[in-house]
């Protein structure tokens, strides 16, 4: 059966700024990416990252072949297929839990990866306690961690109990109940997934930059002097505008939302598929995850909120946005040369196509 969507909103991106927003961009950074100058508005670069990286598969009966053949490679005990983690045999998967393994009953299972059990101990779940946020491990927007990750942190049966890997499954009707229970637990949860990604900028900056918290205090983890002083800007950033958020909400009465700040918020995941093609996995942990992407869609909100609780020494909400645009070109240069140009699901647009083919979508 096909879920009903007509319960789900996605928000579709009115794309707006003042002129005196637009200009010339100058992306400089010396070990990622060339010098690149663009004449363009910062809600429009946004898009174009997002483009860049995202793409919506075709050929979802292609990926539910691959699904099955990964689930018979996981009920076969085959820790080290390519079907299961794109790191299968690489001697850490499985010890890291990248592949998950039930130790009692001696089987794979993707219950027991490193994402799904951080799901159960997380602060922000469904009511059910199936969907969490957890955060990435890495530093935010500095190295190649876009944000929080959706999880899938229990296994019922509707999501086909712990044969479930990806968020493609066996067909559109599993795919789109699990795709659409997470955007709606998302879209439910998301000033509180926003305050999770400010804690957790945060939480680098006061630990001396480090790019992995599980690593030590050696200088290779930690942010380059010159790159620190992005960061505490792009910490001001966000952090502003949470309080902006907060603020704005008190003077309402609805609650306080990213919408009020002028920030959207997709989401993003990885299955069998690399350049547009069916591949082996793409992703490297053996159960449902799914990366956040927040983005700046309106920059008159976003000024408006910088201004609203702008403190006498912070920097002018111009240069806030300035830095941010930077600090975001950099990323998407890491990005691509790490290998993500077209690797991401962009769920917001699959879960719209999948709307029209099977029910209408309220779109606001």
Same mark, same amino acid.
């Given at each position: ?17 003042? =002129? ?100 159960? =101990? ?8 199936? %969907? ?84 030590? !205090? ?8 010159? !790159? ?13 505008? %949470? ?6 909400? !008190? ?17 993003? $995941? ?5 350049? $547009? ?88």
């Amino acid at each position: 059966m096909i879920p009903n969507l007509s319960a789900l909103d996605i928000v579709r991106n009115r794309e707006t700024e003042p =002129d005196e927003t637009k200009g010339i961009l100058v992306v400089s950074q010396p070990r990622y990416a060339p010098r690149v100058w663009m004449k363009v508005s910062l809600a429009a670069l946004e898009q174009q990252h997002i483009e860049e990286l995202s793409y919506v598969p075709h050929e979802t009966q292609e990926l539910y072949k691959k699904a099955q053949e990964a689930q018979n490679a996981m009920n076969k005990g085959i820790k080290d297929s390519l079907l299961l983690s794109k790191f299968a045999k690489k001697p850490f998967a499985l010890g890291n839990k990248l592949i998950g393994w039930d130790a009692v009953y001696k089987k794979l299972t993707p219950r027991n990866t490193l994402l799904a059990e951080k799901g159960r =101990d997380a602060n922000i779940k469904s009511e059910n306690g199936h %969907l969490a946020i957890i955060d990435d491990r890495d530093i935010p927007l500095m190295a190649l961690s876009m944000g929080p990750n959706g999880v899938l942190a229990e296994f019922p049966p509707k999501y086909g109990g712990d044969e479930r890997i990806n968020l493609f499954y066996k067909d559109d009707a599993s795919t789109m109940r699990l795709l659409i229970d997470y955007l709606m637990f998302r879209n439910a949860n998301r000033p509180t997934i926003f305050a999770a990604f400010v804690k957790k900028l945060e939480a680098h900056q006061s630990a001396g930059y480090k790019i992995n918290p599980d690593k030590g !205090e050696d200088e290779p983890n930690k942010l380059e002097k010159p !790159e620190r002083k992005k960061y505490d800007h792009i910490v001001l950033f966000f952090s502003r505008l %949470l309080e902006a958020m907060y603020k704005i909400g !008190e003077t309402k009465d609805i609650p306080a939302d990213l919408n009020d700040i002028g920030i959207g918020m997709i989401s993003f $995941c990885q299955t069998w598929m690399q350049d $547009c093609k069916p591949s082996d996995a793409a992703f490297s942990v053996m159960s449902p995850h799914f990366q956040t992407r927040l983005y700046v869609k309106d920059v008159k909100l976003v000024m408006h909120a910088l201004s609203y609780v702008q403190k006498a020494d912070d920097p002018q909400a111009e240069d806030l946005l300035k830095n941010y645009r930077v600090v975001m070109g950099e990323l998407l240069a890491r990005m691509k040369e790490a290998g993500y140009t077209k690797a991401f699901v962009h769920l917001d647009k699959l879960a719209a196509v999948m709307g029209k083919k099977y029910s209408p979508l309220k779109l606001v």
